[in-house]
């Protein structure tokens, strides 16, 4: 199977930009969720995506948005870039989301604003 | 709410030594544990996990993690430190929303 795909995996905005990351997930799993990782921050959750509801949210404001396609496809949005949004970005797939199971990462989006 | 620490946010070991990044959790009910470990430029992937039953974990790489309830720890062990280990290590701990709950992790530096 092919592993879980992140475009682009590089990308330079600027302040006030806004910012479309695209995830594909492994065949198969319908849970996708999006993680901010930053050298200061460590990986914080962003949100939780399954059969294109959204399940879970983390404590970031509502300029971070995602959504996820019906077949499983998942994009989060940056509305507005500030410098700390500068990170990377990663996802990762399970089958369902549920706690036990293992999540497979992508490679990430290495997001850097000026 | 739940909590992981990861003592030290830097390692370092000399290539053949024994290496133990320490994990410890808060939680009022038996979790499920997680090492993850992240390659530089690379995703995060699955070291080893902890559901149920033996305590003791064997993972990928030779490494292992034993799950002490008493002392809520989760630590990571490998008898033998090898160049290709250094990276950074994540320990990760389910919570009831089943979302997971992440240490800061621990860079592994290997001295030749």
């Known amino acids: 199977k092919a592993g879980v795909t992140q475009t682009p995996r590089y990308l330079i905005k600027t302040r006030g930009q806004q910012v479309t990351l695209s995830c594909s997930p492994i065949?198969?799993?319908?849970?996708v969720s999006w993680y901010q990782q930053t050298p200061g921050q460590g990986l914080q959750f962003l949100f939780e995506?399954?059969?294109?509801?959204?399940?879970n949210k983390g404590n970031f404001p509502g300029r971070f948005s995602g959504r996820q396609f019906s077949n499983s496809r998942s994009e989060m949005n940056v509305s507005t870039l500030e410098l700390g949004d500068s990170a990377l970005y990663l996802c990762?797939?399970?089958?369902?989301?549920?706690?036990?199971?293992?999540?497979?990462f992508g490679p990430g989006t290495r997001l850097l604003v000026l | 709410a739940q909590s992981v620490t990861q003592l030290g946010s830097h390692v370092s070991v000399s290539e053949g030594a024994l290496v133990l990044l320490r994990c410890n959790y808060s939680s009022s009910v038996p979790p499920y544990l997680f090492w993850y470990v992240q390659y530089p430029n690379q995703g995060l992937q699955l070291l080893l996990k902890y559901t149920t039953g033996a305590t003791l974990v064997k993972g990928i790489n030779g490494f292992e993690a034993e799950f002490k309830k008493s002392e809520t720890s989760f630590h990571l062990t490998k008898p033998s430190a090898h160049m290709s280990d250094a990276a950074e290590y994540f320990c990760a701990v389910s919570d009831s929303n089943y979302q997971l709950i992440w240490g800061a992790g621990t860079k592994l530096i290997i001295k030749p």
């Open positions: 990762a797939s399970s089958p369902s989301g549920r706690a036990i199971e293992t999540q497979y």
């Open positions: 995506y399954f059969s294109e509801t959204q399940r």
């Open positions: 065949s198969g799993h319908r849970s």
